[in-house]
């Protein structure tokens, strides 16, 4: 791996956690997201303090696959780094410098527990032993980052001594015990963004998993735990979130495009006209009710998944679930919030995004409709100038 991109994890709301942090510049800078079926880019910049927007984009991967819009790729680095390119003409980008996003799906990301005594000079050594228990491909084959997370007893005590004057105390499963958080990459998968960047011709000494860019730019000053529900194209990604920590991250093998492919199966209609229909009806049974059942069953799988994910947690840590934030573009889709509301009985929101930067006011309907989308390339660019 280059030694350029250095090893660093911080905690806490104010620069939340990082992998292979960079430099942080005061110009200008890009956040870009390469997804599974499309690329969002998003540019801002840093004036007096504030962070500017000034320019954002999106473009659909399909058709580089000689696919339909909306459909998951697998392309080469040529195809995507061309994406790139065209994105970034199109969205009337100025600069070459950005941060660009690791895919979750692309990593694992877990938590284990040590004796309390553990220092961090002692992680070095006892990391790679352990994560040999959850990584099924030789240590030499990946790249391993990680940070200790402090006791829960340090986290609560600032958020509940206001209004106790008490701190939490530590549950019995973790007493005695200390967490570390473990990222672990593969180095194919580095080199083959730093190939895109190299093709792209963008400047970066930076990637940053992508929970961490939606984090950023999603959360406010939020300790309590809240649930991070990414819903993209090919997976959903769960990430339980406490104090700006991820406690508990999840994959669920499905997304936005199965929902499409099994309307247009179930219709016999086009993918094309079933995506179309998935934005325009969604959950709304007044609307079109066989179309909104077809679509249920997906949601219920990924809500079934999720319910699983959350108990197990709240049985650890004897904590509930403050709220869920959902982002990703299959977020958007009609009638997801109120019947994700039920199936949690907690409040549920969309993330936005836009807010963390200034943009002229006649842009902020349409921002809000669409910062879902945009979450994790705003938290990338947002890391450059905080």
Same mark, same amino acid.
């Given at each position: *791996?280059?030694?350029?991109?250095?090893?660093?994890?911080?905690?806490?709301?104010?620069?939340?956690?990082?992998?292979?942090? #960079?430099?942080?510049?005061?110009?200008?800078?890009?956040?870009?997201?390469?997804?599974?079926?499309?690329?969002?880019?998003?540019?801002?910049?840093?004036?007096?303090?504030?962070?500017?927007?000034?320019?954002?984009?999106?473009?659909?991967?399909?058709?580089? =696959?000689? =696919? /339909?819009?909306?459909? +998951?790729?697998?392309?080469?680095?040529?195809?995507?780094?061309?994406?790139?390119?065209?994105?970034?003409?199109?969205?009337?980008?100025?600069?070459?410098?950005?941060?660009?996003?690791?895919?979750?799906?692309?990593?694992?990301?877990?938590?284990?527990?040590?004796?309390?005594?553990?220092?961090?000079?002692?992680?070095?050594?006892?990391?790679?032993? /352990?994560?040999?228990?959850?990584?099924?491909?030789?240590?030499? /084959?990946?790249?391993?980052?990680?940070?200790?997370?402090?006791? !829960?007893?340090?986290?609560?005590?600032?958020?509940?001594?206001?209004?106790?004057?008490?701190?939490?105390?530590?549950?019995?499963?973790?007493?005695?015990?200390?967490?570390?958080? +473990?990222?672990?990459?593969?180095?194919?998968?580095?080199?083959?963004?730093?190939?895109?960047?190299?093709?792209?011709?963008?400047?970066?000494?930076?990637? /940053?998993?992508?929970?961490?860019?939606?984090?950023?730019?999603?959360?406010?000053?939020? *300790?309590?735990?809240?649930?991070?529900?990414?819903?993209?194209?090919?997976?959903?990604?769960?990430?339980?979130?406490?104090?700006?920590?991820?406690?508990?991250?999840?994959?669920?093998?499905?997304?936005?495009?199965?929902?499409?492919?099994?309307?247009? $199966?179930?219709?016999?209609? $086009?993918?094309?006209?079933?995506?179309?229909?998935?934005?325009?009806?969604?959950?709304?049974?007044?609307?079109?009710?066989?179309?909104?059942?077809?679509?249920?069953?997906?949601?219920?799988?990924?809500?079934?998944?999720?319910?699983?994910?959350?108990?197990?947690? !709240?049985?650890?840590?004897?904590?509930?679930?403050?709220?869920?934030? *959902?982002?990703?573009?299959?977020? *958007?889709?009609?009638?997801?919030?109120?019947?994700?509301?039920?199936?949690?009985?907690? !409040?549920?929101?969309?993330?936005?995004?836009?807010?963390?930067?200034?943009?002229?006011?006649?842009?902020?309907?349409?921002?809000?409709? #669409?910062?879902? !989308?945009?979450?994790?390339?705003?938290?990338?660019?947002?890391?450059?100038?905080?």
């Amino acid at each position: *791996m280059d030694n350029s991109l250095k090893k660093i994890i911080s905690s806490g709301l104010s620069s939340l956690t990082n992998i292979f942090s #960079s430099n942080k510049s005061s110009v200008s800078v890009l956040g870009i997201d390469i997804g599974s079926s499309a690329i969002k880019v998003v540019q801002i910049k840093s004036q007096k303090g504030r962070a500017i927007l000034e320019t954002y984009g999106s473009i659909s991967l399909g058709p580089y =696959g000689k =696919g /339909e819009v909306g459909q +998951v790729t697998n392309l080469s680095t040529d195809d995507i780094a061309h994406a790139v390119i065209d994105v970034l003409k199109e969205s009337n980008t100025t600069t070459q410098f950005g941060v660009i996003a690791i895919p979750s799906s692309s990593s694992l990301i877990f938590t284990i527990s040590l004796p309390d005594k553990v220092t961090e000079g002692e992680l070095s050594t006892i990391i790679p032993t /352990e994560a040999r228990k959850y990584i099924p491909v030789p240590i030499s /084959e990946i790249t391993l980052d990680w940070f200790m997370i402090p006791p !829960e007893a340090t986290i609560f005590e600032n958020s509940q001594e206001g209004q106790s004057g008490k701190s939490a105390v530590l549950s019995s499963s973790t007493q005695g015990k200390v967490e570390v958080l +473990v990222v672990a990459i593969h180095n194919e998968t580095l080199s083959r963004f730093q190939e895109i960047l190299t093709k792209s011709q963008l400047k970066s000494d930076s990637f /940053e998993m992508e929970i961490f860019g939606n984090i950023r730019s999603s959360f406010d000053h939020d *300790m309590a735990p809240v649930l991070l529900l990414d819903f993209g194209a090919s997976k959903t990604k769960l990430s339980i979130v406490e104090a700006g920590i991820v406690r508990v991250f999840h994959v669920v093998n499905r997304g936005a495009q199965d929902i499409t492919h099994n309307l247009s $199966s179930s219709l016999s209609i $086009s993918f094309t006209d079933a995506e179309k229909i998935k934005r325009e009806v969604g959950l709304n049974t007044s609307n079109n009710a066989e179309v909104a059942s077809i679509i249920k069953l997906s949601t219920d799988y990924i809500f079934s998944d999720t319910n699983s994910v959350v108990l197990a947690y !709240e049985k650890k840590y004897n904590r509930s679930i403050s709220k869920i934030i *959902m982002t990703g573009g299959g977020s *958007m889709l009609p009638g997801l919030i109120e019947d994700a509301t039920k199936a949690f009985r907690a !409040e549920v929101i969309h993330g936005d995004p836009f807010r963390k930067v200034e943009a002229p006011a006649f842009l902020e309907p349409v921002l809000k409709n #669409s910062g879902p !989308e945009f979450a994790i390339a705003i938290g990338l660019a947002l890391r450059s100038l905080s």
